[in-house]
């Protein structure tokens, strides 16, 4: 795997991320992608047993909003056989939230607090215990520690003469990021309109190659920059697996 890259944060937070990633072919690029949905593991609810469901809701509808809810995920301290059991006792009239949700561990909890399970009317319960197991996004979607992943071309601006008065004034639409005399700026910035930042002159643009803008966000399991990092962790374990059944 190709090590002589690049990486620039545009907008860096726990949940959403902007960065750049110079040097790496498309393919790479796209194995990033499919790493982050796909490859990183993280906790989820999968079995739930009911002592008590007196809501409007079957049992089957109630654990899959449940296997819905992100939880947090330490790196390292599961394994793929270990489980988390978390409880869940609410009595209406009250609503249960995913706040609701207790576990006997702090390093892993709901990742929000205010995911609405079901509104309980007066007399009505809902008690549960629910076991958490690691699982990756290709086996199912309510592991996919990435919710929106995606990644476009870095895009070069060359701004030339004045446009000619007689022209017509039209938009000039891009998306992502740009890059201008070297500074990096988000396309969002200035309406996605080059015509809003270059009044009045003629504008090039033009791909940069082997560079990619990622936007990833998380669903609140792991930081997004933990996130990554993960996923081109997996990316590297498989070549290395790869690597050793061919030289066989």
């Known amino acids: 795997m190709a090590t002589d890259f690049d990486v620039e944060f545009i907008e860096d937070g726990d949940r959403e991320a902007r960065f750049l990633v110079r040097g790496i072919t498309p393919a790479f690029a796209n194995g990033i992608r499919r790493a982050i949905l796909a490859d990183v593991p993280t906790l989820s609810i999968d079995t739930v047993r009911f002592v008590e469901n007196s809501s409007v809701l079957f049992d089957e509808v109630l654990a899959l909003r449940m296997g819905l809810v992100p939880l947090t995920t330490p790196e390292g301290e599961f ?16 609503t249960a939230y995913s706040g609701d949700l207790v576990s006997p561990d702090p390093q892993v909890e709901p990742a929000d607090e205010n995911i609405p399970l079901i509104e309980l009317k007066d007399g009505q319960r809902l008690e549960a215990e629910a076991d958490a197991v690691l699982g990756r996004g290709r086996d199912h979607a309510k592991f996919q520690g990435g919710v929106a992943v995606g990644y476009r071309h870095l895009q070069h601006v060359e701004v030339g003469d004045d446009a000619s008065e007689y022209g017509e004034d039209e938009s000039q ?38 560079a990619f803008v990622f936007h990833v966000e998380s669903d609140g399991s792991m930081p997004v920059d933990e996130l990554v990092l993960r996923a081109v962790g997996t990316l590297s374990t498989r070549a290395d697996e790869l690597r050793e059944k061919v030289s066989l």
Do not use: Q, W
């Open 173 to 210: 639409i891009v998306r992502g990021v740009i890059e201008d005399g070297g500074d990096l700026v988000a396309t969002s910035e200035f309406g996605h309109d080059l015509t809003n930042r270059y009044p009045g002159k003629e504008v090039t643009v033009e791909d940069v190659p082997n």
């Open 79 to 94: 394994d793929e056989d270990d489980t988390v059991t978390l409880a869940i006792d609410v009595e209406g009239p009250a």
